[in-house]
């Protein structure tokens, strides 16, 4: 799902995973500050991230969007 993240009207996707999930381990590891300063690494960014309200085992993370 694609919005704008309304601190600076940046176009961004929203993506539903299931928290505790390896693939959210990763996006945070790669994401992290040490390796988003990494020139090596090329993965797309977690900008945000946040579970869901209703359904305890989903979260949202927050990305740029690469295609317009």
């Not at 505790?20 to 992290?32: A, F, K, M, N, Q």
Request: with cysteine; aromatic share 6%; charged share 30%.
């Amino acid at each position: 799902m694609d919005a704008v993240r309304i601190c600076d009207n940046t176009v961004v996707a929203i993506k539903r995973i299931e928290a505790g999930s390896t693939e959210l381990e990763i996006c945070r590891y790669v994401s992290s500050k040490e390796r988003s300063e990494d020139t090596d690494n090329h993965c797309v960014p977690i900008l945000d991230e946040f579970p869901d309200q209703e359904i305890p085992n989903l979260h949202f993370i927050i990305m740029p969007f690469l295609r317009i």
